[in-house]
Nanobody
Framework: VQLQASGGGLVQAGGSLRLSCAAS????????MGWFRQAPGKEREFVAA????????AYADSVKGRFTMSRDNAKNTVYLQMNSLRPDDTAVYYC????????????????WGQGTQVTVSS
């Protein structure tokens, strides 16, 4: 199983980035996919998740209205469109996969990608 995250980078506050996560080795449509992030010195936190079979999507309060998660089951890929970025969005962003019904609990995710760095300058 491999989850390959990409799309991170350096952006000014107010800017946008789109992260991608390509999955292989799993039956993608049967997995709930999530995005988490971890800033230096902080615990990993939930960002967004979309249920399997193109189900509903949930967001952390801190990103609602700014981030949009989507999935393309034909391409085995999920995306995280991040708009109106703020310096406190700076973190390593990870994608993850689970067959559990839980969305926001990182301990329920079985597979993790390697992470992609997002840095937002003020």
């Amino acid at each position: 199983v491999q989850l390959q995250a990409s799309g991170g980078g350096l952006v000014q506050a107010g800017g946008s980035l789109r992260l991608s996560c390509a999955a292989s080795g799993i039956t993608f449509r049967t997995y709930t996919m999530g995005w988490f992030r971890q800033a230096p010195g902080k615990e990993r936190e939930f960002v967004a998740a979309t249920r399997r079979n193109a189900g509903s999507t949930a967001y952390a309060d801190s990103v609602k209205g700014r981030f949009t998660m989507s999935r393309d089951n034909a391409k085995n890929t999920v995306y995280l469109q991040m708009n109106s970025l703020r310096p406190d969005d700076t973190a390593v962003y990870y994608c993850a996969a689970t067959t559990s019904v839980g969305l926001a609990r990182s301990d329920l995710y079985r597979y993790w990608g390697q992470g992609t760095q997002v840095t937002v300058s003020s």
